[in-house]
Structure formats: structure tokens, C-alpha cells
């Protein structure tokens, strides 16, 4: 099993999905300073994962502007109205039915009054 500290330098990349680092529980129950270092880290917007002993991932401890974005992001797919306008709207760009700039879109609201 690698060492915490082993883990703590190898940076994940991508987005996230991926932990800033990987603690165990047995860690931070023998290291309860390594806590308050995990709360720091999701405290500068990075996730922390929590795993057993044997690597089995347990849960993410995760910054709470991204928890408020994904409960944003639940609200939304469970409005079948706004998922609806949602592809459509993706469908309206892929034919290249859009306007860009502040501009365009004035000029396209004054068009609509």
C-alpha cells in the first residue's frame, strides 16, 4: 500500500472526478491532523477521497460550491421543460442557428420588438 505521502504527491489531473488525494479512514483516525488538512484542501476547491484500508473508495468530501452546482445541475434534468429546451437549443447551434456578441444579440431582440 502506497504511503500517504506518496499519494499526496501524485496530483491528479482532469476534472472532478478525479480526488486532489486519496486518505484513508484508518489514517485519519491514527492522524486526526490529516483531517483538518483534507478540509483545507476541498477549502481551496479540491476533493478529497475517502477509502478503506484496501483502496475501496467510501466517499468524497467535496468543496460546497460543486455540491450547489450539482444540485443545480439535478434541478435542471429534472425539469423535463428545461431539457427540452435544452436540446433544442443544442440542436439550433449544431445547424449554425446563432447569434454571437453583444451586438448580434440586440440587434436580435430589437428584431423581435
Do not use: N
Not at 484500508?53 to 452546482?69: F, N, R, T, W, Y
Not at 421543460?81 to 447569434?99: N, P
Amino acid at each position: 500500500m502506497a504511503s500517504l505521502a506518496g499519494r499526496l504527491a501524485r496530483s491528479y489531473s482532469g476534472g472532478v472526478a478525479e480526488p486532489a488525494y486519496e486518505v484513508s479512514i484508518q489514517e485519519l483516525a491514527e492522524s486526526p491532523h490529516l483531517l483538518d488538512k483534507a478540509l483545507r484542501s476541498v477549502a481551496r476547491g479540491r476533493t478529497v477521497r475517502l477509502v478503506t484500508g484496501a483502496q475501496e473508495p467510501v466517499a468524497d468530501i467535496i468543496p460546497d460550491s460543486l455540491l450547489q452546482e450539482l444540485e443545480e445541475t439535478i434541478e435542471v434534468l429534472a425539469d423535463s421543460e428545461a431539457v427540452q429546451a435544452l436540446i433544442e437549443a443544442r440542436e439550433a447551434a449544431a445547424r449554425g442557428d446563432v447569434v454571437r456578441g453583444v451586438d448580434a444579440v440586440r440587434a436580435l431582440l430589437d428584431e423581435r420588438q
